[in-house]
């Protein structure tokens, strides 16, 4: 895919991964959230269900508009359902028409994803390595904080600053927005919608940061990848043949990639 040559091109080593992932199927995310990555020229992931039954066709366009935008667009699993008590044949039909779906829909492959209700175990994970790069629980090195509606920009901030001085990798999960124009809580927002201004007011502090950098989940997992894999001798990350075998299996068309190296 041509989008994945700017996908992975230039990030920085040597900076610490801050990432926001927002959950389940809303026309919100593409109306309000991401217009405001978008003014800090930073993007987010969003993890959709596509087997759920409130995934219209309006939503298909909004998430291929998304996609083909930079924002990256990952598994949530295909309806939702807690994948902690599921026999292995339950949970590979869960993968396995996920990502059938969101290819045939959206015409790309998802490459990284999250447990609905961050609920999992040990044969979870291993079971999702043959089907993404990596799973929002369990990057390494990282911390997840929720965002929800109660959640206070001092305590995002305090809970930055001691991730940072740990060299911790942030990643931020939540759901949906309200507008200072709502003025009752409805389906539409999600679980625990927050403040749109909270989400600007944290992107305005990571602005002044330079020990990190914004950027997808499916771009910190490849740069954690990197760290673990290969030796680099730059800060700027430049894909290499041996980097493009660990995309190539999770049936990623990297042939524009390869044309360029």
């Known amino acids: 895919m041509d989008d994945y040559i700017a996908t992975f091109q230039n990030l920085h080593i040597d900076k610490l991964s801050v990432s926001f992932t927002w959950d389940d199927n809303f026309h919100r995310h593409k109306e309000f959230i991401a217009p405001l990555f978008s003014k800090y020229n930073k993007k987010c992931t969003f993890y959709i269900n596509v ?17 083909n935008d930079g924002f990256e667009i990952g598994s949530h699993g295909y309806n939702h359902k807690s994948m ?30 999250a447990f609905p209700h961050h609920e999992y175990n040990s044969l979870n994970v291993e ?18 904080i929720s965002l929800k509606s109660h959640t206070k ?14 060299n911790k990798n942030i990643v931020f999960s939540g759901h949906s927005v309200k507008t200072a ?39 910190a997992a490849f740069k954690e990848y990197l760290k673990q894999n290969c030796n680099y001798t730059q800060t700027e990350c430049i894909l290499s043949p041996y980097n493009l075998t660990y995309l190539t299996q999770y049936g990623i068309n990297l042939d524009r990639i390869n044309s360029i190296l």
């Open 127 to 144: 079971l999702t390595k043959h089907y993404f790069i990596e799973t929002r629980n369990t990057l390494n090195q990282s911390h997840r």
């Open 153 to 166: 920009l001092s305590d995002v901030i305090q809970k930055i600053d001691q991730l940072i001085c740990s």
């Open 84 to 113: 902690k008590m599921m026999t292995e044949k339950e949970f590979v039909d869960q993968m396995e028409s996920s990502i059938r779906e969101i290819s045939m829909l959206l015409n790309f492959r998802p490459i990284t994803f």
């Open 51 to 67: 087997g759920d039954k409130d995934f219209t066709s309006q939503l298909i366009s909004n998430y291929k508009q998304l996609s």
């Open 181 to 219: 124009l709502d003025k009752s809580t409805h389906y539409e927002d999600g679980y625990e919608p927050i403040q749109l201004n909270l989400i600007n007011d944290i992107l305005l502090y990571l602005e002044g940061i330079k020990r990190i950098e914004v950027i997808t989940f499916e771009q």
